[in-house]
Structure formats: C-alpha cells, structure tokens
T-cell receptor, first 115, second 116 residues
Framework: DQQVKQNSPSLSVQEGRISILNCDYT??????FLWYKKYPAEGPTFLIS?????DKNEDGRFTVFLNKSAKHLSLHIVPSQPGDSAVYFC??????????????FGKGTKLTVNP | DAGVIQSPRHEVTEMGQEVTLRCKPI?????LFWYRQTMMRGLELLIY????????DSGMPEDRFSAKMPNASFSTLKIQPSEPRDSAVYFC??????????????FGPGTRLLVL
C-alpha cells in the first residue's frame, strides 16, 4: 500500500527549460512534505519542503506546489541545469508522533537534463 | 562540519554471516533513522530512535535484524544471519526533534551490502 506515489520513473528535459516532477499521496493526515535529491553512490540530500498550511514554497530555482484537495504536490525547477540530473524523492510526514517524525518516501523520479 | 557518517561503505559477505553496519549521527541531533533502499520497495524506514530510545521498529523485516543506539553519537544495525535478499543499500539519517514537527532528516552516504 503505497501512501506516496511518484508515477513517473523518469523525466528528460532540455537545459534551460522547466522540469516538473509530480507526487501524489493518499493519507490525508500528512501535513509536511519534502523533496530530496539523490546522486549515484550518495545519500539523499534535502532540497525543499512545504507545510500543509501553505500552497507554495520557493527557494531559488526550486518551487514546490501543494494542492491539498487533490493530494498532489509538484516540484518545479526553472531553469533546469545538467547538474540537476539526479533521482528526486518526494516524502511526506504526519507530524510529531511521540519522539520524532516518520517520513514516507515515494520511489523516486530520475531526472535527466540534457545540455 | 561533518555530516552523518556510515561505515563500511561497501560490504560483501556470504550467506549466514553476521553483518554490522555503523552510523554516527550529526552532533546535536537527537533522532536517528535506519532506512533500506531496494529496487522493488524503494526507500523504507526500518527503525528510528529518539534520545537513544527505539521509538518504532515496525519496519524491521524480521528477527534477524536488530539495532542499537548505546549513546547519542553511535548506532549499529546488525543482521544475523544474513541472507541474499538482504542485499540493498542501507542509509542512516539523523535530525533534531524539538517536538514541534517539520523536521529535516539528513542522510549518510549509505552502506551497499551484497550477500552472496
């Protein structure tokens, strides 16, 4: 039972264009969402997050949009650069649960930015 | 500023052998997480600790897996006996939990385990 789904295993875009990565979730209790980027042979690195009280969060070239009614979030990268080529994971949390937060991850989308 | 440190980075062992993976969290962090990544199941949480106490081990696949956190700067994940289906990349992550939610977990580089 996958609570966080990234339905596109891969995405290829041209340098300078916009990359849009999508994520859907099923658990309406999730209230905090994160995107991680992962290069080969490295651990995932935190990229950007959004709280459920917001519908948009921006950090430089990266913007995350949240549509709670649709249980959908997306990561926009503008403009895309070859160095952005990596696997992107969407993660969701139900918030503080007696100690810390458990993150539920999607299976990732491999982004390739072509020069 | 050191991030999460994991050792070994690679481990090749034979079925039936004991495997111990090690993790040093970021200094000052009070939560530690062990994940396993496979092609089939993606990134799944095995167990996590808060203030050195195991909070949720529901992701541990079976009794062959055990994890300890004897102090705030060290944790181990042990598999005994190991089986070929345990082959995966194991990640350790840490965070600072103030009880208010919305924490960010920071990951180590992972241990790539191959059980023959």
């Amino acid at each position: 039972d996958q609570q966080v789904k990234q339905n596109s295993p891969s995405l290829s875009v041209q340098e300078g264009r916009i990359s849009i990565l999508n994520c859907d979730y099923t658990n309406s209790m999730f209230d905090y969402f994160l995107w991680y980027k992962k290069y080969p042979a490295e651990g995932p690195t935190f990229l950007i997050s959004i709280s459920s009280i917001k519908d948009k969060n921006e950090d430089g070239r990266f913007t995350v949009f949240l549509n709670k009614s649709a249980k959908h979030l997306s990561l926009h990268i503008v403009p895309s650069q070859p160095g952005d080529s990596a696997v992107y994971f969407c993660a969701a949390s139900r918030g503080y649960q007696g100690g810390s937060e458990k993150l539920v991850f999607g299976k990732g989308t491999k982004l390739t930015v072509n020069p | 500023d050191a991030g999460v440190i994991q050792s070994p980075r690679h481990e090749v062992t034979e079925m039936g052998q004991e495997v111990t993976l090690r993790c040093k969290p970021i200094s000052g962090h009070n939560s530690l997480f062990w994940y396993r990544q496979t092609m089939m199941r993606g990134l799944e949480l095995l167990i996590y600790f808060n203030n050195n106490v195991p909070i949720d081990d529901s992701g541990m696949p079976e009794d062959r897996f055990s994890a300890k956190m004897p102090n705030a700067s060290f944790s181990t994940l042990k598999i005994q006996p190991s089986e070929p289906r345990d082959s995966a990349v194991y990640f350790c992550a840490s965070s600072f939990s103030a009880g208010a939610g919305q924490e960010t977990q920071y990951f180590g580089p992972g241990t790539r385990l191959l059980v023959l």
